[in-house]
């Protein structure tokens, strides 16, 4: 919907900005990841080495490489229920085993962060904490707050 839309592009610039001296690209565009054989995932944000990105290596399906960190955004639902809670896990799940290295879980409804890194405990914080994204610190609330489409939400 127009919220996560509003989000995704506040937080995709915000990023772009923040991470391209040391060398990534931040996508943000519900972007396809072929995991496996009948295993396709939309991701809302994935972030990427400059390398890893090219025309020569472009390809009109789903990218079928793990990007360095994905950010999630849902307006849809409390992350409260058993059955939403065990989707998030296992995307999460599916996206680290496949070789993402941070999974980042912004929800709207409760106002809270679920940050998970490959053998470390999973975290979930809330928007006015502060998150770390591929070595870069910043707390959600305040990013939001800055963007004028964005702004007292």
Do not use: C
């Not at 995991?35 to 472009?58: C, E, G, M, R, V």
């Amino acid at each position: 919907g127009m919220l996560q839309g509003l989000i995704i592009d506040t937080l995709t610039s915000y990023l772009k900005l923040a991470l391209a001296q040391q060398g990534y690209r931040v996508l943000g565009l519900e972007m396809g990841l072929h995991i496996d054989k009948n295993n396709n995932f939309s991701l809302d944000i994935a972030i990427f080495p400059h390398t890893a990105l090219s025309l020569q290596n472009a390809s009109l399906g789903y990218i079928n490489f793990p990007p360095k960190a994905v950010i999630e955004v849902d307006t849809k639902a409390d992350p409260g229920t058993a059955e939403q809670m065990d989707y998030y896990h296992t995307k999460t799940q599916s996206l680290l085993d496949f070789g993402v290295g941070e999974v980042l879980w912004i929800f709207t409804h409760s106002r809270k962060i679920m940050y998970a890194r490959g053998n470390q405990p999973w975290i979930i914080v809330n928007w006015a904490d502060e998150v770390a994204i591929l070595g870069h610190h910043m707390v959600i609330s305040d990013v939001l707050a800055d963007d004028p489409a964005t702004a007292g939400f």
